[in-house]
């Protein structure tokens, strides 16, 4: 489909064959549905859908509709490049940049909204040892699916809010369950919690919100560390320095993934100056085998500690990749050590 027109609370889609309506006020769903009614009788359409969209919850209902060139060809195109108030629906004020590919995958990937909006996920934790004492000092909490029925991958979970425009609601979903599952099972452990730069417009508005939850659930806001997400790839550092120091500043700690190889490179490391480092699974892979690994390691270990940057080595799976790097890291995890799980872990 092609063609896709927005207005600040209805939508139609259009392509000649499909109709797409698009509104967050569920109450107007069954005015929209007598339009549609109205075009099976008026014309011959293909099918169509109502798109209902309020609170930041979606549902969607299919309904049966015909519907032809029921727009001119000269409004078509007034409709890709111009604002447009449709003839035949003159509540729909339409204006040409609407995200036609995120509304696309809502409804192509009705389980992954479901999984989103109704918060089918739990939280697992994955200890982060202290190297010098050996003792935990906190956990990574990651998403898991807390309904056979509802079976998801986490990354591919990830992928779907970033393209459906829905990556603020998960990550406010999925930090307020990482707080909430902290303070039921832990004692004073910090508690990491993956974030998305991109979800987070406003760093003062998410804050406030974190420390809403923090309150609710009686966690000290000094015990969380908010992550980069791996999968994220930094693009806008100016936003992320933004985000970090509204968190710094309100005591809250940052730390940064995947330090070493791609986008996350020792000269990022040094611009937004983290709390915590992660170093990245491919250098800590068979480390022991690799002097030019080990090197690298050594280099990002002396830039972090002459900042003050605390580093962790992640994704340790063998007592040789341990060895190798213990001296170099203040802390470490992986399945060497223990693999995430519903509870703490029990040594």
Do not use: W
Not at 58 to 67: D, H, I, P, R, S
Not at 172 to 196: Q, V, Y
Not at 226 to 251: C, P, R, S
Request: hydrophobic letters at 35%.
């Amino acid at each position: 489909m092609e063609g896709c027109i927005h207005c600040q609370r209805n939508v139609l889609i259009e392509d000649g064959g499909t109709l797409i309506i698009a509104t967050d006020q569920q109450k107007n769903a069954q005015a929209y549905s007598d339009i549609l009614s109205k075009y099976r009788i008026q014309n011959q359409v293909k099918n169509a859908y109502i798109h209902i969209e309020y609170d930041l919850i979606v549902q969607v209902q299919a309904v049966t509709a015909l519907l032809d060139d029921h727009i001119e060809e000269k409004d078509k195109e007034r409709m890709r490049g111009n604002i447009v108030v449709e003839k035949d629906l003159p509540d729909f004020v339409h204006f040409p940049l609407y995200p036609y590919k995120e509304l696309e995958y809502r409804i192509r990937y009705p389980q992954y909204v479901n999984i989103i909006q109704n918060k089918r996920f739990t939280s697992h934790m994955q200890p982060i040892f202290c190297t010098k004492e050996g003792s935990v000092y906190g956990y990574e909490f990651l998403l898991r699916p807390s309904d056979d029925a509802y079976p998801f991958f986490p990354g591919e979970l990830f992928s779907f809010s970033q393209r459906s425009g829905m990556q603020s609601m998960l990550d406010s979903h999925a930090r307020i369950n990482a707080i909430r599952t902290g303070s039921e099972r832990l004692k004073d452990e910090k508690i990491f919690i993956n974030f998305l730069p991109s979800s987070i417009y406003d760093p003062a508005h998410c804050l406030k919100s974190t420390f809403e939850a923090a309150n609710t659930y009686n966690v000290n806001p000094e015990r969380l560390v908010f992550e980069v997400v791996e999968t994220e790839k930094i693009v806008d550092v100016a936003h992320l320095k933004n985000i970090f120091y509204h968190y710094q500043n309100a005591g809250v700690k940052v730390a940064l993934d995947d330090i070493g190889t791609g986008y996350a490179t020792i000269d990022m490391l040094k611009q937004l100056n983290p709390d915590y480092a992660k170093i990245d699974r491919s250098l800590i892979q068979d480390c022991h085998q690799h002097p030019d690994k080990i090197a690298r390691i050594q280099a990002i270990s002396e830039v972090a500690k002459a900042q003050g940057t605390l580093l962790l080595g992640e994704g340790i799976e063998t007592k040789e990749e341990y060895e190798t790097v213990k001296s170099l890291v203040d802390y470490t995890q992986g399945y060497y050590f223990a693999k995430p799980q519903a509870e703490p872990f029990a040594g």
